[in-house]
């Protein structure tokens, strides 16, 4: 029987995920998880076949633990799912060796046909994210300076452009204060800024954030 991990902190989420693959793909086990550490535990303990992967999760986001998985499991397919737009994160979820990426806004039309061909061994590109990807290849030379932070990097980004402040992002990660400035102080150059409110207005004029 195929088993099946499926990492969402929210469980009306994994609830809808789960009716979806027991739909398409009839008897399966299914194991969840609700952060990033429990993720990487269960595909440890449990072996799942398959890794459904939210990009938003307590701890880690889903592709920062790609990396992760794969050292665990180099074969291990892991498809991300996320609420926010290909133009954000799609790019950035293949080139850390996601099998494929969908948006949930389309899970019920996309996720059977990736999950498959996933399992086969090859890679999910929705429409969407192929014009994605070809307009991020054409101007790879010219990317914004966003676009050259880490993932953790980004992550650290979007809770200060939201308006928390260093201890708080450093209990929410589950990191120290100090490795929180540190992070900070690499956004500050690559993004150009001076100081929180700089980082939340590059945030606004590119996107990044609601």
């Given at each position: 029987?195929?088993?099946?991990?499926?990492?969402?902190?929210?469980?009306?989420?994994?609830?809808?995920?789960?009716?979806?693959?027991?739909?398409?793909?009839?008897?399966?086990?299914?194991?969840?998880?609700?952060?990033?550490?429990?993720?990487?535990?269960?595909?440890?303990?449990?072996?799942?076949?398959?890794?459904?992967?939210?990009?938003?999760?307590?701890?880690?986001?889903?592709?920062?633990?790609?990396?992760?998985?794969?050292?665990?499991?180099?074969?291990?397919?892991?498809?991300?799912?996320?609420?926010?737009?290909?133009?954000?994160?799609?790019?950035?979820?293949?080139?850390?060796?996601?099998?494929?990426?969908?948006?949930?806004?389309?899970?019920?039309?996309?996720?059977?046909?990736?999950?498959?061909?996933?399992?086969?061994?090859?890679?999910?590109?929705?429409?969407?994210?192929?014009?994605?990807?070809?307009?991020?290849?054409?101007?790879?030379?010219?990317?914004?300076?966003?676009?050259?932070?880490?993932?953790?990097?980004?992550?650290?980004?979007?809770?200060?452009?939201?308006?928390?402040?260093?201890?708080?992002?450093?209990?929410?990660?589950?990191?120290?204060?100090?490795?929180?400035?540190?992070?900070?102080?690499?956004i500050y150059e690559k993004l150009n800024?001076?100081?929180?409110?700089?980082?939340?207005?590059?945030?606004?004029?590119?996107?990044?954030?609601?």
């Amino acid at each position: 029987m195929k088993k099946i991990l499926i990492a969402d902190d929210h469980d009306v989420v994994r609830t809808g995920l789960q009716k979806i693959i027991t739909r398409e793909f009839g008897e399966v086990e299914i194991i969840e998880a609700s952060d990033s550490t429990e993720l990487i535990g269960k595909v440890v303990d449990e072996k799942p076949c398959m890794v459904l992967a939210d990009i938003k999760m307590p701890g880690r986001s889903g592709i920062d633990v790609l990396q992760d998985i794969h050292q665990i499991d180099p074969d291990l397919p892991v498809i991300i799912l996320t609420a926010f737009p290909e133009s954000q994160y799609g790019a950035r979820a293949l080139e850390n060796g996601a099998a494929g990426f969908v948006n949930k806004a389309h899970v019920n039309a996309e996720l059977p046909t990736a999950m498959r061909r996933a399992l086969e061994g090859g890679r999910y590109v929705s429409a969407q994210l192929a014009e994605v990807l070809a307009e991020y290849l054409g101007k790879k030379s010219s990317r914004q300076p966003h676009e050259a932070l880490s993932e953790r990097e980004m992550q650290v980004t979007l809770m200060i452009a939201s308006g928390k402040e260093t201890n708080e992002i450093a209990k929410e990660l589950s990191l120290s204060d100090k490795t929180i400035a540190t992070y900070r102080a690499r956004i500050y150059e690559k993004l150009n800024a001076k100081n929180n409110v700089a980082i939340a207005r590059y945030a606004m004029q590119h996107r990044l954030v609601d």
